[in-house]
């Protein structure tokens, strides 16, 4: 089966594929020609950039802001920057103190503002904000597929545990409800995705927030709507690393189609420095296929310069996707 065939799409419902690896590996060169491809083949993409170190406007070559923004036909990009999710809740925040100057004291606005403020500038405040905007795109289908170009891996699994992190937090505010009454329903309005609705202190805002955790675990453990695509290079520290997070994927039932290896040397006969190279990358990707047996290998070659602007993306895309060859990359390409 070609690479290409390996992407899955359901009608009216949105397909979801996150990019990851160690950092350095090109992630974000993949993700942004996987995404070029896709709108190219007249899919409306979305490319979302989770990484608090943002490259993709640099990639692409074009300014990305905090919301989504059209960049060519059928493709969308937005960079998450969480100090903005933040002052959105901040200012809804400031809109119900405002509505209810009572409301003060150990659980009230003021104690609200103050830990939103940690919140902004706390470890996780990245992926509140980027599941967020999952959140988001999950329940509108507005775009065929979204790309997720993630950050390095221990970012983008504490973004995938979330489901399960809020899920048993959400658990834990209902039957603290139950028992204190409405002391806890003052803590909800912390919670990074929680907006506010008509009656904010219910237990069906509660039930209805449990309810779209639950749906999001089950989009994501969908084979058919979200898979996961490791981007590695054929060197040992990428290979484990991609290794151990794989094995953190699966607990959380996502399904990791492929693995990816960029940077591929080819072999130049007149070049010692090269063809040495060359073999100690042939002993890597034999490791690759001993390591990751059940998913389908890909690979990218070398590029001589820079894999950066629509063109260049799009030729990587053409090679990943369609099995073009890289003619930039010869013998004679590499002078030392």
């Known amino acids: ?5 390996y992407f899955k799409f359901n009608k009216d ?61 059928n493709l969308f990009a ?3 920057d969480p100090d903005v999710a933040m002052a959105q809740k901040q200012a809804q925040l400031e809109a119900q103190k405002a509505a209810n100057p009572d409301d003060e004291g150990l659980f009230g606005m003021d104690f609200l503002s103050d830990q939103l403020d940690m919140a902004s500038s ?10 967020e905007l999952f959140m988001g795109v999950m329940n509108s289908d507005e775009y065929d597929v979204v790309v997720f170009d993630t950050a390095p891996t221990g970012h983008t ?14 658990g834990k505010m209902m039957m603290l409800k139950a028992k204190l009454g409405t002391a806890t329903n003052a803590l909800k309005k912390i919670m ?23 749906k999001a675990k089950e989009i994501l453990s969908d084979p058919d709507r979200t898979t996961f695509k490791m981007v590695v290079i054929p060197e040992e520290m990428s290979i ?24 591929v040397m080819p072999d130049i006969c007149d070049c010692d420095f090269c063809h040495s190279r060359h073999k100690l990358q042939q002993k890597r990707l034999a490791l690759i296929d001993q390591k990751f047996p059940e998913q389908h290998i890909a690979e990218i070659p070398l590029f001589k310069d820079e894999v950066k602007g629509q063109e260049k993306l799009l030729k990587l895309a ?11 990359v010869v013998q004679e390409a590499i002078q030392l």
């Open 1 to 5: 089966m070609a690479f290409k065939d």
């Open 13 to 73: 419902k949105t397909t979801f594929i996150f990019v990851g690896g160690k950092g350095g590996v090109g992630k974000t060169s993949v993700s942004s020609a996987t995404a070029l491809w896709l709108a190219e083949q007249g899919k409306k993409t979305l490319i979302v950039s989770t990484d608090p170190a943002h490259s993709l406007s640099d990639s692409l070559e074009v300014p990305i802001g905090s919301y989504p923004r059209e960049i060519k036909t």
């Open 78 to 80: 937005v960079e998450i």
């Open 122 to 131: 706390s470890p996780g405040a990245d992926e509140a904000a980027a599941f």
């Open 157 to 170: 699994l504490r973004l995938l545990s979330f489901p399960e992190v809020m899920d048993s937090w959400v």
């Open 192 to 214: 990074p995705f929680m907006d506010a609705v008509d009656d904010p202190q219910t237990s069906e805002d509660l039930k209805r927030t449990k309810e779209e955790l639950d």
């Open 240 to 263: 484990y690393e991609s290794e151990r997070a794989l094995e953190a994927l699966g607990k959380y039932d996502i399904t990791v189609d492929s693995v990816i290896v960029n940077q």
């Open 318 to 328: 053409h090679i990943l996707y369609d099995g073009e060859d890289n003619d930039e």
